[in-house]
T-cell receptor
Framework: GEDVEQSLFLSVREGDSSVINCTYT??????LYWYKQEPGAGLQLLTY?????DMKQDQRLTVLLNKKDKHLSLRIADTQTGDSAIYFC???????????????FGKGTKLSVIP | DVKVTQSSRYLVKRTGEKVFLECVQD?????MFWYRQDPGLGLRLIYF???????EKGDIPEGYSVSREKKERFSLILESASTNQTSMYLC??????????FGPGTRLTVT
């Protein structure tokens, strides 16, 4: 089955860029997602990318996809203390049917921003 | 924005009790999901539903059942709670796979 791997912890200084990495195993066409979970809260969808794209930018967030290596990254520019959270990478298969609704999540990367 | 609410933020139950976790969404979305979140394991899908009275097993359905009698409400049922079901339970709703909006979670402790 599909598997999504990411490192568990990342620590950066305020104002620096953060890069959170993720690898996945599903070789078929797929959507890939980044979610953010703040303490005591549910998950919030930050952005997603389809596997025929290699980059997507949205304000301070840049998503890079290396389809050949099945590697996804999330770059946060000018990281702020409010960015401290757990970031989850997730994937789902493309296509229709009930199976395409399922997301496979990584274990999450806890980002700590040092003031 | 879609609002997803869960009936309790914290719940403590005894082993063997029947437990109901309720989830309500306010945007008429077809799809609803129940996950559990455990440290070091991330999120794992228990069940999902893509229509009223329809349900599909996720990755870890054992020990759980679900009910979706109305479009806005998706209930997770633990028929006989056990200590290994102590976890954070997250409900989500969405129109499609790109739109999974999550509730705040219910932290269940089974003693």
């Amino acid at each position: 089955g599909e598997d999504v791997e990411q490192s568990l912890f990342l620590s950066v200084r305020e104002g620096d860029s953060s890069v959170i990495n993720c690898t996945y195993t599903d070789s078929s066409s797929t959507y890939l997602y980044w979610y953010k979970q703040e303490p005591g809260a549910g998950l919030q969808l930050l952005t997603y990318i389809f596997s025929n794209m290699d980059m997507k930018q949205d304000q301070r967030l840049t998503v890079l996809l290396n389809k050949k290596d099945k590697h996804l990254s999330l770059r946060i520019a000018d990281t702020q203390t409010g960015d401290s959270a757990i970031y989850f990478c997730a994937e789902s298969p493309a296509g229709s049917g009930a199976g395409s609704y399922q997301l496979t999540f990584g274990k999450g990367t806890k980002l700590s921003v040092i003031p | 924005d879609v609002k997803v609410t869960q009936s309790s933020r914290y719940l403590v139950k005894r082993t063997g009790e029947k437990v109901f976790l309720e989830c309500v969404q306010d945007m008429d979305h077809e799809n609803m999901f129940w996950y559990r979140q455990d440290p070091g394991l991330g999120l794992r899908l228990i069940y999902f539903s893509y229509d009223v009275k329809m349900k599909e097993k996720g990755d870890i359905p054992e020990g759980y059942s679900v009910s979706r009698e109305k479009k806005e409400r998706f209930s997770l049922i633990l028929e006989s709670a056990s200590t290994n079901q102590t976890s954070m339970y997250l409900c989500a709703a969405g129109r499609g796979v790109h739109e999974q909006y999550f509730g705040p979670g219910t932290r269940l402790t089974v003693t």
